[in-house]
């Protein structure tokens, strides 16, 4: 089938099996591989990226669906000459050590900043019915707790997001 | 994975119509029915794509209620002000449930027809599973089984209805409403909807082949104080062992109002009328309570590993119901 998407800004047509799940368009057709595959069932985290703005698991939807939407990936969130923010905070709090969650880590971080700053509760909120999130660290933990690091990076890839939400906040 | 032919629905009509194809299913989040797909578990050889279907807004519902639209996702729910303000136990329900990317994909709808996770069921090939394979048996029964119902299940099948949202469903008494293949409209109460394994637990829902789920109905919350509790092996990203829904009103000491849902126990979302019954025109202390769980629990089975559930359960009602009559008490 024709799968028109834009990723990272750009506009891609692609002819796809329906069976490509979104991941494996953008690893084996557009060979965008900063997006990784890790367990490949919504288990790991290492496959996040941006659709239409909202973090998502690649491997758990098909391309065909998202025919005319917009996908962000980790190559269009920095490029090594222009770190985004959280980047260069991964590397100063050197949050990772083999590196393979990363990517997956910095989109998820990404689209969870943005969910604070829309106000949106999890689990560990007080109170659900407040607008105001107090993001300390019990809260990214638990945003965060889609995406697994084996290297167990976790309190760094803490204080990297604790880091770069304090420097936004006005 | 096996081939698939897939085409995406404009509208609810063209949507039931498409799926009368023989082997056709419909698709939305796709969180769980991709992932069993490609354990080929499931198999459909169409698939009708009702995510973009305008049934995505919330809007008042009768005197006080809610209709909520079955394409919206688990995050957009959950983090509705309305729903935040009036129910939060759906909310709080909701954000223990996945991660953060899986909310923000999976819709209303689909949280409602998840399948469960019985190992058996999901990744054991070679073993038997009546729900995988109507008459291979039940693994589980004599097999790994610490996940398991203790509540309502039969000799064919043990498995639990893994939703969160379905517990809170329960406890708020809320319907679905669902577009038959006649393209007529029809309610469920949320009790109804999901199906004790019985001699089919391959069978787990009340829709017809080819219905639509179109919205979700909360009718207007009782007053008291709403509460969800999770127990789980990990603090974040995990099925529940047990969950409690409680909605509690204490006036003068004693209990007017109450109820109670249990998670992780049963092969549907387990309101628990005895709980409730127990509970009522009661003073709210912990021996109250206590009693409620012990007449929760009166029926519940044991099959080896999961034989602590049922103590857990117990416990678990108890300390939700502690925490929500505290909180009515700080009101």
């Known amino acids: 089938m024709q799968v028109a998407l834009t990723i990272n800004g750009q506009a891609r047509q692609l002819e796809l099996d329906t069976r490509t799940s979104l991941l494996d368009a953008l690893r084996e057709h557009l060979h965008l591989t900063g997006t990784k595959k890790g367990c490949d069932h919504g288990q790991c985290g290492a496959c996040t990226v941006l659709l239409n703005g909202r973090r998502i698991n690649a491997c758990l939807t098909l391309a065909v669906m998202h025919d005319g939407e917009d996908v962000r990936t980790i190559e269009g969130v920095g490029t090594p000459d222009e770190l985004h923010p959280l980047q260069a905070a991964f590397i100063a709090r050197d949050g990772f050590q083999c590196g393979y969650c990363t990517p997956g880590q910095i989109c998820s971080a990404v689209g969870m900043l943005d969910e604070v700053r829309a106000g949106w509760p999890s689990h560990v909120t007080g109170d659900v019915a407040s607008s105001h999130v107090e993001l300390t660290d019990e809260e990214i933990r638990e945003r965060m707790s889609g995406n697994l690091c084996r290297c167990c990076a976790y309190p760094n890839i803490v204080a990297a997001i604790r880091d770069v939400a304090a420097e936004a906040r006005p | 994975m096996k081939p698939f032919t897939y085409e995406r629905a404009t509208d609810t009509r063209g949507a039931i119509r498409a799926a009368r194809r023989s082997g056709a299913r419909y698709i939305s989040g796709g969180t769980n029915l991709l992932d069993l797909m490609k ?293």
Not at chain 2, 47 to 53: G, Y
Not at chain 2, 180 to 194: N, Q, V
């Open chain 2, 39 to 331: 354990l080929e578990v499931e198999r459909p050889n169409h698939l009708v794509d009702i995510s973009r279907l305008p049934l995505r807004s919330i809007e008042p519902h009768g005197d006080g209620g809610l209709r909520i639209g079955s394409q919206l996702s688990n995050s957009e729910l959950a983090a509705d002000g309305q729903v935040r303000a009036r129910y939060p136990l759906l909310a709080q329900a909701l954000l223990s449930g996945a991660s953060g990317q899986l909310r923000n994909k999976a819709s209303v709808g689909g949280n409602l027809l998840q399948r469960t996770r019985c190992p058996y069921f999901y990744y054991d090939g070679p073993a038997g599973c009546n729900k995988r394979e109507p008459g291979s048996g039940c693994s589980a029964i004599d097999g790994f089984n610490r996940g398991h119902a203790i509540l309502g299940a039969s000799d064919a099948c043990i498995a639990t209805n893994p939703s969160d949202m379905a517990v809170a469903l329960s406890a708020l008494a809320a319907e679905i409403e669902v577009l038959g293949t006649d393209e007529r409209l029809r309610r469920i109460a949320i009790d109804d909807f999901h199906r004790l394994p019985g001699d089919t637990p391959h069978i787990e829902t009340a829709l017809e082949p080819g219905e639509l789920i179109t919205a979700v109905l909360l009718p207007p919350p009782i007053d008291g104080r709403q509460l969800y509790r999770k127990v789980r092996d990990r603090a974040s990203y995990e099925f529940a062992l047990v969950s409690v829904g409680v909605v509690v009103s204490v006036v003068g000491g004693r209990i007017r109002a109450a109820r109670v849902a249990f998670g992780g126990v049963a092969h549907k979302p387990w309101r628990s009328y005895e709980a409730e019954h127990s509970l009522v025109d009661r003073p709210a202390t912990l021996r109250t309570f206590q009693e409620a769980a012990d007449a929760a629990m009166a029926n519940a089975v044991g099959r080896g590993d999961n034989d602590f559930k049922i103590e857990l359960a117990k416990r678990t009602l108890c300390r939700t119901l502690v925490d929500a009559v505290a909180m009515e008490g700080r009101a």
